[in-house]
């Protein structure tokens, strides 16, 4: 499979007990239809870290590489660009015919880590409205 940004084949690496498809050229990820969400069941952060640690760590890539991408399965499907929000806004390219997804350098563990701050906000915001309630019904 190619990296739908460079060109270089991309590399099958394990992630607990996924396998995401990485490039060791432009260090873009590759996930496919519902990888993202297992990656966050297994709760682990600074997954592209780990994995530069074990198989190297590439130069940044060219912004000159920014343009049109492909998708590595479907060939002739061009890559949508959209913008998956929690705290903050994270761009990832992802194709509409096989629901697979390109996440640039770093946009991963930036995704990862954005959704975990949001689960904490939630829990919290979830706890201050419970003790809320508590201390209303004590009040009575
Ligand atoms: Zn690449
Ligand atoms: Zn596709």
């Known amino acids: ?3 739908p940004k460079c060109g270089a084949m991309l590399t099958p690496l394990p992630v607990g007990d996924i396998t ?8 873009g990820i590759w996930l496919d239809h ?4 297992k990656l966050r069941k297994t709760g682990l952060r600074d997954i592209e870290k780990t994995l530069e640690e074990q198989y190297g760590n590439p130069p940044a890539p060219m912004s000159s590489l920014d343009g049109y991408l492909r998708c590595p399965y479907c060939a002739d499907e061009g890559l949508r660009t ?3 929000s929690y705290m903050q806004p994270v761009k990832m390219d992802h194709c509409a015919v096989c629901f697979g997804m390109w996440l640039d ?3 991963l563990d930036k995704l990862l880590e954005d959704k975990q701050q949001l689960d904490a906000v939630q829990v919290e915001g979830g706890m201050k409205a419970m003790f809320a309630a508590l201390a209303k019904r004590i009040g009575r």
Do not use: I, P, T
């Not at 995401?20 to 260090?27: F, G, I, L, N, P």
């Not at 519902?34 to 969400?37: I, K, P, T, V």
């Open 20 to 27: 995401v498809d990485k490039c060791q050229s432009c260090d």
């Open 34 to 37: 519902g990888e993202l969400e």
């Open 105 to 107: 350098k770093r946009e």
């Open 82 to 84: 959209n913008y998956v």
């Open 1 to 3: 499979m190619k990296c």
